[in-house]
């Protein structure tokens, strides 16, 4: 399809900008002309979406020639077979996509240099800790500075842990955060992995930041509005741990009762202020 938007859009869009009327005389000229319209105006959106610099990459005049042989079935003075004519568009667009791929990859290690450095940075802070790396990765590693240390043991890959959390960019763009004064029940297993190294390295209890390398956070593709190639850091306060899911989930029923009855409680004191409030005298 898109062979023939290549050749069939040089027709139709001629470098000249004003052509000669039709004349449509007769049900099949306006039938004629319509399609030629209709097929243009998706041909040339084709060609400007599909072939960069369309205008100054494509010669129109000689496209439209091709296209005129092409539309007569004129095999004898046309330049190029038909497999010839769609092995050069393969080619073209191969040759495209071999240059897309090798400036993504140029970016890609220019943005992972500058990542590297910023992870050395942080490295030196006062209090911070490398963790050890990952069988088989060689980034940087995921650092850890714990502000208050916990107490019991440490938190296990199966565990689930109740704890407020604040994820940010470096820039210091917050991307997730529990709500100011509560918390959330999130299993370990399920957090990206520099995240769970991190959260293992704590005890219940611990109040810490976790800087976590992009290779071991979203890396080359990003989620969840987070750009790829993201360092993530991660401000948490691990107040229990519960070792199966059946007591977290149980731990979590009762909170979340405990916040709608407050919750209830409030609106209905509210409801009593507007209710004892004295009325605004009309005028």
Not at 21 to 38: C, E
Not at 54 to 65: E, H, L, P, Q, Y
Not at 262 to 273: H, S
Request: hydrophobic share 35%; proline share 4%.
């Amino acid at each position: 399809m898109l062979v023939a938007a290549i050749v069939l859009g040089a027709t139709l869009t001629s470098c000249q900008k004003h052509v000669e009327r039709a004349n449509l005389r007769s049900a099949k000229d306006t039938l004629s002309y319509a399609l030629g319209y209709t097929k243009g105006v998706s041909i040339a959106n084709s060609i400007k979406n599909e072939i960069p610099d369309g205008d100054s990459t494509v010669n129109k005049s000689i496209m439209i020639a091709g296209f005129i042989n092409g539309m007569n079935g004129d095999k004898i003075n046309s330049q190029l077979t038909e497999e010839q004519a769609r092995q050069i568009i393969q080619d073209y667009f191969k040759d495209l996509e071999t240059k897309r791929i090798l400036a993504e990859n140029d970016a890609f290690q220019k943005k992972k240099d500058s990542n590297n450095k910023l992870m050395e940075e942080f490295a030196k802070e006062e209090g911070m800790k490398a963790l050890p790396k990952p069988d088989k990765y060689d980034g940087p590693a995921v650092l850890v500075k714990e502000l208050s240390a916990g107490k019991g043991d440490t938190i296990g890959l199966a565990d689930y842990v109740y704890m407020s959390i604040t994820q940010k960019l470096v820039d210091g763009q917050i991307t997730y955060q529990t709500p100011e004064g509560d918390y959330s029940m999130l299993p370990v297993e399920g957090l990206v992995k520099g995240l769970q190294q991190g959260i293992r390295s704590l005890k219940p209890g611990a109040v810490a930041n976790i800087i976590v390398p992009s290779e071991l956070g979203y890396g080359r593709q990003g989620k969840n509005g987070i750009p790829a190639n993201s360092i993530l850091i991660f401000e948490v306060a691990i107040q229990k741990v519960f070792h199966n899911q059946k007591e977290a989930r149980a731990f979590w029923k009762q909170e979340r009762e405990k916040r709608g009855q407050i919750k209830a409680a409030e609106t209905n004191e509210q409801k009593q202020a507007v209710a004892a409030k004295p009325a605004t005298p009309a005028n």
